[in-house]
């Protein structure tokens, strides 16, 4: 039985993977892998991935407060969603996050990887 999670903290790993592969994700995109994540989510553990309540028509699915997090990028690419600062003295390293990273199991961990995987071939098959 998969967890239940936040949405700002799957949407903070999902990016944060993305970027780390140089791939484009932005605002429109979240809301369409978070969309995967629910569908795939449901299909497998039969309940929900997220907290949030899920606004679904026929055009769009979308969480409400990611979007509105997110919607100042607007088409644009989203960046890291934490800062690292590192100190001169050391070799220590702070990083800053708005929100944490989900504690996946190791089975939600290879859902989630194969979903970015999934994006980032679609991405870059149509950017080919």
């Not at 299909?43 to 769009?60: D, K, L």
């Amino acid at each position: 039985m998969g967890n239940v999670y936040g949405a700002q903290n799957m949407t903070a790993y999902l990016i944060g993977k993305l970027n780390e592969s140089h791939i484009f994700v932005n605002n429109l995109s979240i809301q369409h892998l978070l969309a995967s994540v629910e569908n795939t989510w449901q299909q497998i553990f039969g309940h929900s991935a997220f907290h949030e309540t899920v606004a679904i028509n026929e055009a769009n699915y979308t969480i409400r407060d990611v979007f509105i997090t997110y919607e100042h990028y607007g088409t644009g690419h989203i960046p890291f969603p934490e800062k690292d600062y590192y100190l001169t003295y050391g070799t220590f390293q702070l990083e800053e996050r708005p929100y944490e990273l989900p504690s996946f199991t190791q089975e939600e961990e290879e859902l989630v990887q194969q979903l970015v995987t999934q994006y980032r071939l679609q991405w870059l098959s149509q950017a080919s």
